[in-house]
């Protein structure tokens, strides 16, 4: 028994110190691309009960019959919320891609990992997120 509750109390302080010195959590993430602004959007980052407006510009968005197109997700490795400003592009160029129905990841220089798909975008579209730009809209980063 003794021997039991000396791995449990191990466990316990591996895992405190590993979720110490990650310090990192998951945000949500909703950007709204609108077709005739040539590739800029905003969007939402939902993260520690907050909702924080995002300013989004991209590459040019190409032959799209939707009004506007959805992207939905994860943001992974956020220390703060400013985390999520920055430019994002893909390890591979056709990695940056969206697809119908095809979650893409892309990483900005703070190491913050987004992680979408498209909800509308139709079968033959196709948006190139590599060289994406998130900036603050409505709120001021803290240093």
Same mark, same amino acid.
């Not at 703060?80 to 095809?102: F, L, Q």
């Given at each position: ?24 959590? $998951?945000?949500?993430?909703?950007? /709204? ?8 959007? /905003? ?13 989004? /510009? ?11 197109? $959805? ?11 400013? $985390? ?29 990992? %987004? ?13 190139? %997120? ?14």
């Amino acid at each position: 028994m003794l021997k039991f509750a000396a791995i449990l109390v191990a466990l316990a302080l591996a895992t405190t110190i590993a979720s110490a010195q990650s310090n990192t959590e $998951d945000g949500r993430i909703h950007i /709204s691309f609108f077709r005739g602004d040539r590739g800029s959007g /905003s969007g939402y980052l939902f993260y520690q009960g907050q909702k924080h407006g995002l300013g989004i /510009s991209a590459t040019n968005i190409g032959r799209v019959r939707a009004t506007t197109i $959805d992207l939905l997700g994860t943001a992974s490795n956020l220390r703060s919320a400013a $985390d999520i400003i920055g430019t994002y592009n893909a390890a591979d160029p056709e990695a940056g891609i969206v697809k119908r129905a095809k979650i893409e990841r892309l990483e900005n220089g703070k190491g913050v990992v %987004l992680e979408v798909r498209a909800v509308n975008l139709g079968r033959w579209s196709s948006l190139n %997120l590599s060289g994406m730009t998130i900036k603050a809209l409505g709120w001021q980063p803290s240093e």
